[in-house]
């Protein structure tokens, strides 16, 4: 298995791991650069690092957001590694350990939920805002958000209705436009 795939198996988990918005590979301001990191509601962040290889495990160990785990983001961190990999008693503390078990991920331990600090938690919103102004390049002349409207523009093209398929952005499921006041009443009750 190469350290792409693994990559690939790690979005893929971080979806099913109900995480809305992820990125792998893009580089943050403190020189870290997720492998895979995911955000759920609430702006909680799970971080997932791929190793294929001891050696890369042990230097990762070496980083600055390693040693000082403050430094790094992810409000839950985990390793994903080939099975047998590494031992429980190798993690960093705090840190979940995901394996590829038959070409599936199993969650072998689970993550403490509050290891990102107020500066890993900015780091991770340079690395959104990082990513969005890569995406304004691209899309260029347009604006980010003129790009969102594109359902208005389609209205207007079809004299003032959507398109068939198409509901209202407004209408749109989108769980980090939610009340987190109300989403933890309705969590209770």
């Known amino acids: 298995m190469t350290h792409s795939q693994l990559v690939q198996k790690a979005v893929r988990w971080l979806r099913n791991y109900r995480c809305g918005v992820i990125l792998s590979e893009q580089a943050c301001v403190s020189g870290e650069m997720p492998d895979a990191i995911g955000?759920?509601?609430?702006?909680?962040?799970?971080?997932?690092?791929?190793?294929?290889?001891?050696?890369?495990?042990?230097?990762?160990?070496?980083?600055?957001?390693?040693l000082k785990p403050n430094r790094g983001v992810g409000c839950e961190r985990f390793y994903l590694v080939p099975v047998g990999l590494i031992n429980i008693e190798e993690l960093p503390q705090g840190w979940g350990l995901l394996e590829v078990v038959r070409g599936?991920?199993?969650?072998?331990?689970?993550?403490?939920?509050?290891?990102?600090?107020?500066?890993?938690?900015?780091?991770?919103?340079?690395?959104?805002?990082?990513?969005?102004?890569?995406?304004?390049?691209?899309?260029?002349?347009?604006?980010?958000?003129?790009?969102?409207?594109?359902?208005n523009r389609m209205a207007e093209y079809n004299r003032g209705s959507l398109p068939e398929g198409l509901i209202p952005a407004e209408q749109e499921f989108n769980v980090f436009l939610e009340n987190e006041a109300e989403l933890t009443t309705e969590q209770t009750n």
């Open 104 to 151: 599936k991920i199993q969650m072998t331990l689970p993550s403490a939920k509050n290891l990102r600090s107020a500066y890993g938690f900015r780091c991770e919103m340079n690395l959104l805002l990082a990513s969005l102004r890569r995406v304004e390049l691209r899309i260029e002349p347009q604006s980010i958000t003129d790009f969102l409207k594109w359902k």
């Open 39 to 66: 955000w759920k509601r609430a702006c909680h962040s799970v971080l997932v690092e791929c190793k294929i290889s001891r050696s890369d495990f042990l230097a990762d160990r070496a980083k600055p957001f390693r």
